[in-house]
């Protein structure tokens, strides 16, 4: 069964620093993995997603991921975190059957 | 293009009434999925079609829940009767075939029972 895991459900960074947040998956099914935002009182928002080809993917508002097969990991990072970036982030592994399964989700708070 | 449209954006109800929510898929997406968010349960898929046919209703909680999609451009979640328990934000998304296809979110709806 496809399941993924989200490492702290809140992280916290300064504006201008890093930003890690990560996610682990198990699947028995080649991966296709996905990174969404939810801004408050929003849907979910697709910011990148690995399907097959490069390991790192760039998608928008400047993160990207690298999925890495052997550590069954795809961690979202962005270099310098901006105060819009507040949000909460989700990860979703496909379950073969058109099915997403999401993480619990990781808020991610800015401060200046 | 227009995203995934929900309506009513809010809904406010008592205990009992029937609930209604309605949701238009982008254009040319083979599947619609609706979900359930909530804090203590986080984001839960409740009913999936594709092509207008229900795949996979296993998320429904119970029979007051029903869900149709009676043409490529419309679908209904209804609730009948509805409860406290089911105050939570409802999404509806869609996507085209295949498991490499993102799944497109409307803004939900966010319902609440007195």
């Known amino acids: 069964a496809q399941s993924v895991t989200q490492l702290g459900s809140h992280v916290s960074v300064s504006e201008g620093a890093l930003v890690l947040l990560r996610c682990n998956y198990s699947s028995s099914v080649p991966p296709y993995l996905f990174w969404y935002v939810q801004y408050p009182n929003q849907g979910l928002q697709l910011l990148l997603k690995?399907?097959?080809?490069?390991?790192l993917v760039k998608g928008i508002n400047g993160f990207e991921a690298e999925f890495k097969k052997s550590e069954t990991s795809f961690h979202l990072t962005k270099p310098s975190a901006h105060m819009s970036d507040a949000a909460e982030y989700f990860c979703?592994?496909?379950?073969?059957?058109?099915?997403?399964?999401f993480g619990t989700g990781t808020r991610l708070l800015v401060s200046p | 293009d227009a995203g995934v449209i929900q309506s009513p954006r809010h809904e406010v109800t008592e205990m009992g009434q029937e609930v209604t929510l309605r949701c238009k898929p982008i254009s040319g997406h083979d599947y619609l999925f609706w979900y359930r968010q909530t804090m203590m349960r986080g984001l839960e898929l409740l009913i999936y079609?594709?092509?207008?046919?229900?795949?996979?209703d296993s998320g429904m909680p119970e029979d007051r829940f029903s869900a149709k999609m009676p043409n490529a451009s419309f679908s209904t979640l209804k609730i009948q009767p509805s409860e406290p328990r089911d105050s939570a934000v409802y999404f509806c998304a869609s996507s085209f075939l295949g498991s490499n296809q993102p799944q497109h979110f409307g803004d939900g709806t966010r319902l609440s029972i007195l």
């Open positions: 690995y399907t097959t080809g490069a390991t």
């Open positions: 079609f594709n092509n207008n046919v229900p795949i996979d």
């Open positions: 979703a592994v496909n379950t073969g059957f058109q099915k997403l399964v």
